[in-house]
């Protein structure tokens, strides 16, 4: 049920998204090329990440955000505070904590965030560039053969 004869076979009759399937994404609209998954219910016309990349990218985006600037801010930051605060050992630990916390919190956020964007930004660029290099392919192909059959015609036209 799920082969790429089925698919074939129901792209040309046609019924590819109407036609009901115990399989998910068969029921789905897919390219005539390549049987890529296409969304149909897209409110824009741009190229979107998948959720499950977004999602992906998100959390690897706040573990990296978070874990760097937590090993930065306890690398350079408490050495700081440990030179500028005297007392006991633990006294410039309990006070630099807190704001390396913060700053990884929000160094985390900032990566959930800006690691998907990026992502994003990525795979527009990539459609981009494959869809205007398709297009200029494309254009050179269309003017080759139409020099080729003109120069074909203009042969037979002299012969005749």
């Avoid at 999602?55 to 874990?67: E, I, K, L, R, Y």
């Avoid at 700053?103 to 981009?128: D, E, I, N, R, W």
């Amino acid at each position: 049920m799920g082969t790429r004869e089925v698919y074939e076979q129901r792209l040309k009759s046609g019924n590819l998204y109407h036609d009901p399937t115990i399989n998910p994404g068969l029921g789905s609209a897919r390219c005539p090329r390549c049987l890529s998954l296409l969304n149909p219910t897209q409110e824009n016309t741009e190229w979107a990440i998948t959720s499950v990349l977004h999602d992906a990218t998100s959390v690897a985006g706040a573990a990296a955000g978070g874990t760097l600037s937590a090993i930065n801010g306890l690398n350079t930051g408490l050495p700081f505070i440990q030179k500028h605060v005297k007392g006991p050992k633990w006294l410039p630990f309990l006070i630099g904590v807190p704001p390396v916390l913060f700053v990884s919190a929000a160094s985390a956020a900032f990566g959930g965030y800006a690691v998907p964007k990026f992502a994003q930004l990525c795979v527009t660029s990539y459609y981009a560039a494959s869809s205007t290099s398709h297009h200029a392919i494309s254009y050179l192909t269309r003017y080759i053969e139409e020099a080729h059959t003109s120069r074909g015609s203009q042969r037979s036209s002299s012969t005749s």
